[in-house]
């Protein structure tokens, strides 16, 4: 006679943050991978992603701060006034973190809908 025993399933496991992240971003990363995993979004396959928004973020204040002491324009080598350095990087952060934000379903995609029971022929083109 065979004998079969249940086993209850393993809990899922809580993901854990990267450790090259700082302190900031690894908060960030666990507090979103947690609301990210209940609404079904992250998986082992995206948590990558996950941890270059966090860093995109991380980035993002870094030079918000150091743009916030200083002036947005600085004297370049012959004395005329170009953009700081700091500001290419950070806009360039800021769109990353934009587009993996999207891709991971913490805001949403920036399609125009139309509102419920309205929208015309074009409406299902996402134009």
């Given at each position: 006679?065979?004998?079969?025993?249940?086993?209850?399933?393993?809990?899922?496991?809580?993901?854990?943050?990267?450790?090259?992240?700082?302190?900031?971003?690894?908060?960030?990363?666990?507090?979103?991978?947690?609301?990210?995993?209940?609404?079904?979004?992250?998986?082992?396959?995206?948590?990558?992603?996950?941890?270059?928004?966090?860093?995109?973020?991380?980035?993002?204040?870094?030079?918000?701060k150091e743009l916030g002491r200083g002036k947005l324009v600085i004297k370049g080598p012959g004395g005329t006034?170009?953009?700081?350095?700091?500001?290419?990087?950070?806009?360039?952060?800021?769109?990353?973190?934009?587009?993996?934000?999207?891709?991971?379903?913490?805001?949403?995609?920036?399609?125009?809908?139309?509102?419920?029971?309205?929208?015309?022929?074009?409406?299902?083109?996402?134009?």
């Amino acid at each position: 006679m065979t004998v079969l025993k249940l086993v209850k399933k393993a809990p899922a496991r809580e993901p854990a943050a990267p450790k090259n992240l700082g302190k900031a971003a690894k908060a960030e990363w666990l507090r979103l991978a947690g609301l990210l995993r209940a609404k079904g979004t992250l998986s082992p396959e995206n948590e990558p992603l996950l941890t270059t928004y966090v860093s995109a973020m991380e980035l993002i204040e870094s030079c918000d701060k150091e743009l916030g002491r200083g002036k947005l324009v600085i004297k370049g080598p012959g004395g005329t006034m170009r953009p700081h350095p700091l500001i290419g990087p950070r806009n360039k952060a800021a769109q990353n973190a934009l587009q993996l934000a999207k891709r991971l379903g913490i805001i949403g995609t920036g399609a125009a809908t139309a509102p419920e029971g309205e929208g015309d022929a074009w409406s299902g083109m996402d134009l």
